[in-house]
């Protein structure tokens, strides 16, 4: 039979019309030789089209050996790429169960973790903060139903399941609006008892759910209080055990160097591989699970990867990465900058307002580039963070920036102006991190790289009320009291918090000033 696509050699003046590639074909019917109909060019393939992964060859649509080949890898580094992506969130609730398992030698139900005198840089966790007393906990429900009491006064509260998705708020957002209560989580296929009167009930798809909540600081900048009301009133117990719950035992987390953060390399598809073993596929749809079955990601069946196949995932997940990070520090979307031409190069978590990113409620799908923006950069993935809650909750927004769209620099030294009255019903901070490991910036001088306004009462405010915040390895003569350091070499960024953001931060009347190289 004769090659009747080769190269386009064939045309029809007035049909058709053959891309330079060899890749794009626009026509009428035609009528190749040895068709008794004319054929939709369509629905034909050139015997060589040439593509920047290499050239396919065929016989007649029969691929070569070569074009399978080419083809085949290409498909499996992204289906590597995409496992990255779209399962970075189990892997990082993985990891924070990892290092509170075997880092803290902390057991599911029974230990509780207390930051007693606040995050400090020592802790890998991604952008934790030094102005809250946090306290952390897991839930097991594999044998049953958990029950957890919140203490009046707790602030931000959450339980998110082993996708790193939403379960239930807790304290100030929660349904007990701040006032303490019990809380009964449902695992998988669990039904809630008859009488379930005094409980705020939640139900989960995983067996493994990360408790985290969040206590402020009292008028002194001081953690005793919230540290105190933990200590006194957090429980976390089986629900068979509520008639004699056992005593919880606390840990201070706050000397601890523990490893929270999935990895970036190929050891990601080993922390996801564990996470899909234990949990129940239904949690995750068949297509996702789809993706991580075919790069040999299964339940119920070894991950064995050949030396082949290990050596295209290393490069998958290296691919994975970068776009990541490119996604986070660099994102193209506008929807990702919280002031218009992307002033202060401020961003937001939550690009287009949804904790579950959602694009027009769900009729555009999932936006993957905030889901990914978002995993990347942080834990803890609730409705409050995202939604207008004034005087509720908490809101973000961070830059690795300068005014000139330069990254920021640990050598050199920058200034950010906080306008007068910040619209924070408790208090706001500032803290600066490492973009590397997306925990807090480490210096042997500045164990809690950050200044707040409650914690820092020293600060000192110009005269029209506004307060300069300077950022350098060196304090500027007089400026000290204002001062975080950095450091020569590395890079930074800056995440500014509002608690009990005010009507003023949403409609944006008033706006954070930009990162200035001094």
Same mark, same amino acid.
Request: aromatic share 12%; glycine share 10%.
């Given at each position: 039979?004769?090659?009747?696509?080769?190269?386009?050699?064939?045309?029809?003046?007035?049909?058709?019309?053959?891309?330079?590639?060899?890749?794009?074909?626009?026509?009428?019917?035609?009528?190749?030789?040895?068709?008794?109909?004319?054929?939709?060019?369509?629905?034909l393939?050139?015997?060589?089209?040439?593509?920047?992964?290499g050239?396919?060859?065929?016989?007649?649509?029969?691929?070569d050996?070569?074009?399978?080949?080419?083809?085949?890898?290409?498909?499996?580094?992204?289906?590597?790429?995409?496992?990255?992506?779209?399962?970075?969130?189990?892997a990082?609730?993985?990891?924070?169960?990892?290092?509170?398992?075997?880092?803290?030698?902390?057991?599911?139900?029974?230990?509780?973790?207390?930051?007693?005198?606040?995050?400090?840089?020592?802790?890998?966790?991604?952008?934790?903060?030094?102005?809250?007393?946090?306290?952390?906990?897991?839930?097991?429900?594999?044998?049953?139903?958990?029950?957890?009491?919140?203490?009046?006064?707790?602030?931000?509260?959450?339980?998110?399941?082993?996708?790193?998705?939403?379960?239930?708020?807790?304290?100030?957002?929660?349904?007990?609006?701040?006032?303490?209560?019990r809380?009964?989580?449902?695992?998988?296929?669990?039904?809630?008892?008859?009488?379930?009167?005094?409980?705020?009930l939640?139900?989960?798809? *995983?067996?493994?759910?990360?408790? %985290?909540?969040?206590?402020?600081?009292?008028? &002194? =900048?001081? +953690?005793?209080?919230?540290?105190? @009301?933990?200590?006194?009133?957090?429980?976390?117990?089986?629900?068979?055990?509520?008639?004699?719950?056992?005593?919880?035992?606390?840990?201070?987390?706050?000397?601890?160097?523990?490893?929270?953060?999935?990895?970036?390399?190929?050891?990601?598809?080993?922390?996801?591989?564990?996470?899909?073993?234990?949990?129940?596929?239904?949690?995750? *749809?068949?297509?996702?699970?789809? %993706?991580?079955?075919a790069?040999g990601?299964? &339940? =119920?069946? +070894?991950?064995?990867?050949?030396? @082949?196949?290990?050596?295209?995932?290393?490069?998958?997940?290296?691919?994975?990465?970068?776009?990541?990070?490119?996604?986070?520090?660099?994102?193209?979307?506008?929807?990702?900058?919280?002031?218009?031409g992307?002033?202060?190069?401020?961003?937001?978590?939550?690009?287009?307002?949804?904790?579950?990113?959602?694009?027009?409620?769900g009729?555009?799908?999932?936006?993957?580039?905030?889901?990914?923006?978002?995993?990347?950069?942080?834990?803890?993935?609730?409705?409050?963070?995202a939604?207008?809650?004034?005087?509720?909750?908490?809101?973000?927004?961070?830059?690795?920036r300068?005014?000139?769209?330069?990254?920021?620099?640990?050598?050199?030294?920058?200034?950010?102006?906080?306008?007068?009255?910040?619209?924070?019903?408790?208090?706001?901070?500032?803290?600066?991190?490492?973009?590397?490991?997306?925990?807090?910036?480490?210096?042997?001088?500045?164990?809690?790289?950050?200044?707040?306004?409650?914690?820092?009462?020293?600060?000192?405010?110009?005269?029209?009320g506004?307060?300069?915040?300077?950022?350098?390895?060196?304090?500027?003569?007089?400026?000290e009291?204002?001062?975080?350091?950095?450091?020569?070499?590395?890079?930074?960024?800056?995440?500014?918090?509002?608690?009990?953001?005010?009507?003023?931060?949403?409609?944006?009347?008033?706006?954070?000033?930009?990162?200035?190289?001094?």
């Open positions: 039979m004769k090659r009747f696509f080769s190269s386009c050699s064939f045309a029809l003046a007035t049909t058709l019309f053959c891309a330079a590639s060899g890749s794009v074909l626009q026509a009428a019917e035609i009528r190749p030789k040895n068709y008794n109909t004319p054929i939709p060019v369509d629905v393939t050139p015997d060589s089209v040439r593509t920047r992964v050239t396919f060859n065929y016989f007649d649509g029969f691929p050996a070569e074009t399978k080949r080419l083809a085949r890898r290409q498909v499996d580094l992204g289906r590597g790429i995409q496992t990255f992506l779209n399962f970075m969130p189990a990082s609730l993985e990891m924070l169960y990892v290092g509170h398992r075997d880092g803290y030698g902390m057991q599911p139900n029974r230990d509780i973790g207390l930051f007693d005198e606040l995050m400090s840089s020592k802790s890998l966790w991604l952008t934790g903060n030094t102005d809250t007393v946090y306290a952390s906990a897991f839930l097991d429900l594999s044998d049953g139903p958990v029950v957890v009491e919140v203490p009046p006064g707790t602030g931000p509260g959450t339980v998110n399941d082993a996708f790193f998705r939403f379960v239930v708020d807790m304290g100030g957002p929660g349904p007990d609006k701040g006032k303490g209560g809380y009964l989580i449902l695992g998988p296929g669990q039904k809630a008892p008859a009488n379930t009167d005094g409980y705020f939640a139900t989960t798809p *995983s067996k493994i759910n990360w408790l %985290i909540l969040r206590g402020f600081l009292d008028e &002194k =900048g001081e +953690p005793d209080t919230a540290r105190t @009301a933990f200590q006194n009133g957090l429980k976390v117990y089986p629900f068979v055990q509520r008639n004699n719950p056992p005593s919880n035992t606390f840990k201070n987390l706050t000397d601890w160097q523990v490893n929270t953060i999935h990895a970036n390399n190929f050891k990601f598809y080993e922390e996801l591989d564990d996470v899909i073993q234990r949990e129940p596929s239904e949690m995750f *749809s068949p297509e996702l699970l789809g %993706i991580a079955s790069i990601i299964q &339940k =119920g069946k +070894p991950f064995n990867p050949s030396f @082949a196949q290990k050596k295209l995932l290393t490069e998958a997940v290296a691919i994975g990465n970068a776009t990541a990070r490119s996604i986070l520090f660099s994102p193209e979307d506008p929807k990702a900058y919280i002031y218009p992307k002033a202060g190069f401020w961003q937001t978590g939550f690009p287009g307002g949804s904790h579950e990113y959602l694009v027009n409620g009729n555009g799908g999932r936006d993957m580039d905030s889901r990914t923006l978002f995993f990347y950069l942080a834990t803890v993935n609730t409705p409050a963070m939604l207008e809650l004034p005087g509720v909750g908490s809101q973000y927004a961070f830059s690795s300068d005014g000139s769209g330069a990254y920021l620099d640990g050598s050199k030294t920058y200034k950010v102006n906080i306008p007068a009255n910040p619209p924070a019903n408790r208090f706001w901070s500032f803290v600066v991190y490492d973009p590397q490991t997306r925990s807090m910036l480490q210096s042997k001088e500045m164990p809690y790289p950050s200044k707040n306004n409650k914690r820092n009462p020293g600060m000192v405010k110009n005269s029209d506004s307060t300069d915040l300077y950022f350098g390895p060196k304090a500027p003569v007089g400026k009291a204002n001062w975080v350091k950095t450091v020569p070499g590395k890079g930074w960024f800056g995440i500014f918090r509002l608690y009990g953001p005010g009507q003023e931060w949403f409609d944006r009347t008033w706006k954070l000033g930009g990162i200035e190289q001094l």
